[in-house]
């Protein structure tokens, strides 16, 4: 795989299962170092500095967010060390969770339960971006972060990814092709390769694999 993600740009990459997309991730954070070939930020090896400071510059929004058993106050805050309450509240804000969180009655002091359970899907997720928001980094990757949702919650969060993006270099592992149609690039992978790339519209014009890969999602979308 030879893939180049410029500043500033959206980047998603995807393909079937076990084509390599979480792999990428994976190798990102360094759960584990590449055995041939490099893979850099910003021309630096990231096997050359600290996994500390690599993980400081990257914010995760997973598919499925953990949650402490805490408030919710705490679980946004987990973000950045030292964060004021005005901050956790920008963040909630650009999360789109602020309102919600307001209208509960121990607002912030709410607490979640185990893993979250007390929240809905896209609750749990809004916080999840709060989170990140509240950590600021430069580099996004977004780790199928809606496929665990209804379709309709999956609209709703997507304008709180979007906000998120804003400013960012963001790199989205992507299940569901609708949520990556406005990316700068998109990079099919399969059997550990990739396949083809290029945006939305050009892959469709391609009728490549990306094109057959849309007409078979918007299909079962319909008939759903």
Do not use: M
């Amino acid at each position: 795989v030879s893939l180049k993600v410029c500043a500033g740009e959206t980047v998603a990459i995807v393909g079937p299962s076990g084509s390599g997309k979480s792999t990428i991730g994976r190798l990102l954070f360094r759960f584990y170092d590449v055995s041939e070939g490099r893979l850099s930020i910003d021309g630096q090896d990231v096997r050359d500095v600290t996994q500390e400071s690599l993980h400081g510059v990257i914010g995760v929004v997973p598919q499925d967010t953990v949650l402490f058993n805490d408030t919710i106050r705490y679980n946004i805050a987990y973000g950045r060390d030292g964060a004021s309450e005005d901050e956790i509240v920008a963040a909630a804000k650009a999360a789109q969770i602020h309102d919600f969180i307001a209208a509960l009655p121990n607002g912030y002091d709410t607490t979640v339960g185990e893993r979250g359970l007390k929240l809905s899907g896209g609750e749990k997720q809004r916080v999840g971006i709060a989170r990140t928001l509240l950590k600021d980094p430069p580099v996004l990757l977004l780790d199928e972060a809606t496929s665990a949702l209804d379709t309709e919650t999956e609209r709703e969060i997507q304008s709180a990814l979007r906000k998120a993006a804003e400013g960012r270099t963001v790199i989205t592992i992507a299940h569901r092709l609708s949520t990556i149609s406005d990316a700068d690039l998109i990079v099919v992978l399969e059997d550990g390769e990739v396949a083809e790339q290029g945006t939305h519209d050009a892959l469709l014009k391609r009728k490549g694999r990306y094109a057959s890969l849309w007409a078979r999602q918007s299909s079962e979308e319909d008939a759903a």
